[in-house]
T-cell receptor
Framework: KQEVTQIPAALSVPEGENLVLNCSFT??????LQWFRQDPGKGLTSLLL???SQREQTSGRLNASLDKSSGRSTLYIAASQPGDSATYLC??????????WGAGTKLIIKP | DAGVTQSPTHLIKTRGQQVTLRCSPK?????VSWYQQALGQGPQFIFQ???????QRGNFPDRFSGHQFPNYSSELNVNALLLGDSALYLC???????????FGPGTRLLVL
């Protein structure tokens, strides 16, 4: 059974810092892995999707890497801004394409 | 394109009642998945519909049932509501099961 852990659970940093969010999963037989953003009380916005054959994906200030063999993914946020404050969730999917979720990292960027 | 829409946005029910939540997928999407997200936790998969049939189901009791209509919209029904059913219910749509899922804003259900 796939289990997903996200560390840290919460993070508060001053604006402008580069930061790394970590995601680990127990079953390396994944189809892909997605990173999502969730604003308080709101739905989920897909940020990046990495196929199992890929090592990383980039979108603007965001870069996600995937090391399938070690069961790890990281989300790197460059030059953080207050608008980046949200909860970030990672979700690998298995052969049945079902997303399995971590509990998320709550990020606060202080102006 | 309106994206994925869900109704209602908020709902208050009492224990034992029944509730129906609705989801309209993004234009061109034929697959709808439902998730339950308790406060402070990640979403949990309830079930997925494709071609009007339930294709996959997570670890949820039979009190949770659904339906997909010919226009690909979907309903989630929960019978005999329990306090523990209070959560944000998220609907996601995709073009086939393998593609990226797009999420709606959710329906927040409070059971008193």
């Amino acid at each position: 059974k796939q289990e997903v852990t996200q560390i840290p659970a919460a993070l508060s940093v001053p604006e402008g810092e580069n930061l790394v969010l970590n995601c680990s999963f127990t079953d390396s037989a994944i189809y892909n892995l997605q990173w999502f953003r969730q604003d308080p009380g709101k739905g989920l916005t897909s940020l990046l999707l990495i196929q199992s054959s890929q090592r990383e994906q980039t979108s603007g200030r965001l870069n996600a890497s995937l090391d399938k063999s070690s069961g790890r993914s990281t989300l790197y946020i460059a030059a953080s801004q207050p608008g980046d404050s949200a909860t970030y969730l990672c979700a690998p999917s298995g052969s049945n394409y079902q997303l399995i979720w971590g509990a998320g990292t709550k990020l606060i960027i202080k102006p | 394109d309106a994206g994925v829409t869900q109704s209602p946005t908020h709902l208050i029910k009492t224990r034992g009642q029944q509730v129906t939540l609705r989801c309209s997928p993004k234009s061109g999407h034929d697959t709808v998945s439902w998730y339950q997200q308790a406060l402070g936790q990640g979403p949990q998969f309830i079930f997925q519909y494709y071609e009007e049939e339930e294709r996959q189901r997570g670890n949820f009791p039979d009190r949770f049932s659904g339906h997909q209509f010919p226009n690909y919209s979907s309903e989630l029904n929960v019978n005999a509501l329990l306090l523990g059913d209070s959560a944000l219910y998220l609907c996601a749509s995709s073009f086939t099961v393998q593609e990226t899922q797009y999420f709606g804003p959710g329906t927040r259900l409070l059971v008193l």
